[in-house]
């Protein structure tokens, strides 16, 4: 069995309902792990092209863990559409 959340993480409703909890913890290293994971994730892939951004500067902002404002806004604009029971 893997322990890494990266492989957990296939779908972007997987993702995004792992990066909501990541942002709503309100804890940077928690953000900053989950930062990391996605980076790994085939999710990302989705994430990506959900967002419009390339899924190659969306895995580097992630690894990086600095992302500009408008790539932010995109992934969260995203998240919140993916999360199940999210008005719209």
Avoid: C, N
Avoid at 36 to 61: D, F, K, S, V
Wanted: proline content about 3%.
């Amino acid at each position: 069995m893997s322990t890494d959340p990266a492989a957990q993480l296939a779908t972007l409703e997987a993702l995004a309902a792992y990066l909501a909890g990541a942002f709503e913890s309100g804890d940077a290293g928690v953000l900053m792990e989950a930062f990391a994971a996605a980076a790994r994730a085939e999710g990302t892939t989705h994430l990506a092209a959900a967002a419009g951004i390339p899924q190659l500067e969306l895995r580097q902002a992630f690894a990086s863990g600095e992302m500009s404002m408008s790539t932010t806004l995109a992934i969260m604009k995203v998240i919140d559409l993916h999360m199940p029971g999210a008005a719209h």
